[in-house]
């Protein structure tokens, strides 16, 4: 089971950047997806979850009404569409799976980084 994640880079504030994160190995399509990010000498914040169907959502308060989370079940692939980005956004982030909404997140991708200039 692998997941990849892209769509990381440098970016000016107020930007915008869209991450994907393709699964393989497995069907997700019955799984919950997440988003985390962190920084280097922080805690892993749990940015943004969607459920199998995409009719429930998770946002951390900091990104809501700016980020966007959705799947595409028969690309199994997640995405993270960040807009009005500022640096305080700037982290390597990660897509995870877990198989039960609300349940551990079971399988990791390696992180692509965000880089959000002033």
């Known amino acids: 089971v692998q997941l990849q994640a892209s769509g990381g880079g440098l970016v000016q504030t107020g930007g915008s950047l869209r991450l994907s994160c393709a699964a393989s190995?497995?069907?997700?399509?019955?799984?919950?997806m997440g988003w985390f990010r962190q920084v280097p000498g922080k805690e892993r914040e749990y940015v943004a979850a969607?459920?199998?169907?995409?009719?429930?959502?998770y946002y951390t308060d900091s990104v809501k009404g700016r980020f966007t989370i959705s799947r595409d079940n028969a690309k199994n692939t997640v995405y993270l569409q960040m807009n009005s980005l500022s640096p305080e956004d700037t982290a390597v982030y990660y897509c995870?799976?877990?198989?039960?909404?609300?349940?551990?997140?079971?399988?990791w991708g390696q992180g692509t980084l965000v880089t959000v200039s002033s």
């Open positions: 190995g497995r069907t997700f399509s019955s799984y919950a």
């Open positions: 969607i459920n199998w169907s995409g009719g429930s959502t």
């Open positions: 995870a799976v877990a198989s039960a909404w609300g349940g551990e997140y079971e399988y």
